[in-house]
């Protein structure tokens, strides 16, 4: 059974930097890309960073590029998420993702999701 269990995010004011993490569980090699995806009420939750278990190659949602970093550790197990110069518009739930085809977003097929990290982040 597959697991993605997420921690982090909160609340912080314009400027500051919050860290996500997503530690997961029974993933197959198959399922050789993570990601994280970010939803506020009312809109569709959208691809924010991508990241290969297997190379590190990551990909971005052009707002975020040069604010936030995706990476992985050693064991391709664990991903995160350095949010740095936050701004209220990137307040909204985190989810982590996992799945196949990492090229980019269009190519994302995620399978398994995450339970959701809030992040607040005020003016």
């Known amino acids: 059974q597959v697991q993605l269990a997420e921690s982090g995010g909160g609340s912080v004011q314009a400027g500051g930097s919050l860290r996500l993490s997503c530690a997961a569980s029974?993933?197959?090699?198959?399922?050789?890309?993570m990601g994280w995806f970010r939803q506020v009420p009312g809109k569709e939750r959208e691809g924010v960073a991508g990241i290969s278990r297997s190379t590190g190659a990551t990909f971005y949602k052009d707002s975020v590029k040069g604010r936030f970093t995706i990476s992985r550790d050693s064991a391709e197990n664990t991903i995160y998420l350095q949010m740095d110069n936050l701004i209220p518009e990137d307040s909204a739930t985190y989810f982590c993702a996992a799945g196949t085809g990492c090229s980019n977003y269009v190519t994302f097929a995620v399978g398994h999701w995450g339970q959701g990290a809030q992040v607040t982040v005020s003016s």
């Open positions: 029974g993933l197959t090699y198959s399922s050789n890309c």
